[in-house]
Structure formats: structure tokens, C-alpha cells
């Protein structure tokens, strides 16, 4: 199985900054994308941004030109630079993770969720 913890989340006001952290965690496995979702009050949980093994980036339209999603392959990492925030930014973000854990007879394609941390936008 593979455990990613997030990190960053907090209180900044409108026009901050703020970035998050994930780290992912586990044995015997390999990461493909990685990602950030989040979810506000009331609202399904929706895509923020991916980014695959190779870099290859995709953004919300509602964050383009304001984040920036990046990963550090050998800390198994990825992290999302948010400037320019908005209040609608606000919401629990959750890092995601696609990838392959070996098993000792067999291997599979498993989705992991962080737990989330809180980022609210607010004077």
C-alpha cells in the first residue's frame, strides 16, 4: 500500500500565497501521477492538478496561471504552489496518487488519498 501525508494548509488572506506538500510513503511500490483535488463545504471534490512521472502538467481551469504543481520523484513527493488566492480557493485539499504495488505473487494499479489539510482564504 502506498500512504501519502499532506502538509501546508492555513489561514492566508486574499492576493497570498501558500504551498502544500505531499510525501508518499510505503514499500514496493512505483508512483505514476500524482495530483490535488479538493473539496469545498457543500461541493463534490474536484481536480486542482495532475502531474505525471514525466512532468507533463494539467490545471483546473479556475487555477491556471495562479498554481503550480511540481513533484520530486526521488522524495516520491509532490507539491502545489498556490499564488494569487482567491477566496473560492478555500477548501480541504487532498493530495492523490496513482501507482503500482508489488505484492509477493502479483502487482496492481491501487489510487491513494491523503487525508487532507484545510486552506481557507479569508481577510
Known amino acids: 500500500q502506498v500512504q501519502l501525508v499532506e502538509s501546508g494548509g492555513d489561514l492566508v488572506q486574499p492576493g497570498g500565497s501558500l504551498r502544500l506538500s505531499c510525501a508518499a510513503s510505503g514499500s514496493n511500490f512505483r508512483i505514476y501521477s500524482m495530483g490535488w483535488y479538493r473539496q469545498a463545504p457543500g461541493n463534490q471534490r474536484e481536480l486542482v492538478a495532475t502531474?505525471?512521472?514525466?512532468?507533463?502538467?494539467n490545471y483546473a481551469f479556475s487555477v491556471r496561471g495562479r498554481f503550480t504543481i511540481s513533484r520530486d520523484n526521488d522524495k516520491n513527493a509532490v507539491y502545489l504552489q498556490m499564488n494569487s488566492m482567491k477566496p473560492e480557493d478555500t477548501a480541504v485539499y487532498y493530495c492523490?496518487?496513482?501507482?503500482?504495488?508489488?505484492?509477493?505473487?502479483?502487482?496492481?494499479?491501487?489510487?491513494?488519498w491523503g487525508q487532507g489539510t484545510q486552506v481557507t482564504v479569508s481577510s
Open positions: 492523490n496518487a496513482e501507482a503500482r504495488v508489488s505484492y509477493s505473487d502479483y502487482a496492481a494499479m491501487e489510487t491513494a
Open positions: 502531474i505525471t512521472s514525466s512532468g507533463s502538467t
